[in-house]
């Protein structure tokens, strides 16, 4: 059983950062692919960014790709996104997931592959 808990979400201006933060509970996170998704009222949930079990690698979604970072921390079973230079379009309610059928070195996007799923952070971006 895998525990997810997203924070630091909020209110920002046009431009601003935020980072955001996971923590998991459980044996395994060193050991499973982890992703952020975020959802926005009457939209379909979309990917934002994943990463593999040691961090060597990462993934993005094309609307957040040079703005957006995601890293984990394996000794604090913590899952982060620090996301930069953000828009109105970013507003949405952000959710960390872990796979606990990821390969090692691999990413996943899909989120129905994701067996876990924390209870959300609002982010909102007043322009």
């Known amino acids: 059983q895998v525990q997810l808990v997203e924070s630091g979400g909020g209110l920002v201006q046009a431009g601003g950062s935020l980072r955001l933060s996971c923590a998991a509970s459980?044996?395994?996170?060193?050991?499973?692919?982890m992703g952020w998704f975020r959802q926005a009222p009457g939209k379909e949930r979309e990917f934002v960014a994943s990463?593999?079990?040691?961090?060597?690698?990462?993934y993005y979604g094309d609307s957040v790709k040079g703005r957006f970072t995601i890293s984990r921390d394996n000794a604090k079973n913590t899952l982060y996104l620090q996301m930069n230079s953000l828009k109105p379009e970013d507003t949405s309610v952000y959710y960390c997931?872990?796979?606990?059928?990821?390969?090692?070195?691999?990413?996943?996007?899909?989120?129905?592959?994701?067996?876990?799923w924390g209870q959300g952070t609002q982010v909102t971006v007043s322009s």
């Open positions: 459980g044996p395994s996170f060193s050991s499973t692919v």
């Open positions: 997931a872990a796979d606990l059928d990821g390969r090692p070195g691999f990413t996943t996007t899909t989120s129905s592959e994701y067996d876990y």
């Open positions: 990463i593999s079990w040691t961090g060597a690698s990462t």
